[in-house]
């Protein structure tokens, strides 16, 4: 599984609603920030991109992804250093290619 719910079971004091429209939110986003992050990249906006990817990890962390969450920690940093710019488009794939196998797996989810 590629996320864990510990946290948001915890957070939520194990309530499937609110768990369910966190996830709901989480998943309605999930596309939003894939295109924003695409579209700053190809706008050269650094620092804008590092703010996206700061804000992405929040909402990673609480669905459990703390690989991802770590990457985005880094992939923000970079960003806003305007460093690396090179590995970006590596960044922006692996968040596009965990954040939708984790919505897939989370629409999957009974709770």
Known sequence: MITNLSYLRNMTDGNPDLMKELIDIFISQADEYTREMQELHSQGD?????????????????????????????????AKDQKN?????D????FELDINNACKELKTLKI
Do not use: N, Q, T
């Not at 804008?48 to 459990?64: C, D, E, F, Q, T």
């Not at 710019?85 to 488009?89: A, G, I, L, M, T």
């Not at 960044?91 to 692996?94: D, L």
């Open 46 to 78: 650094w620092e804008a991109l590092g703010r996206l990817a700061h804000k992405a990890k929040s909402s990673v962390a609480i669905m459990g992804m703390h690989e991802l969450s770590e990457m985005l920690k880094d992939f923000e940093i970079l």
């Open 85 to 89: 710019v090179d590995k970006f488009p």
């Open 91 to 94: 960044y922006i794939c692996k």
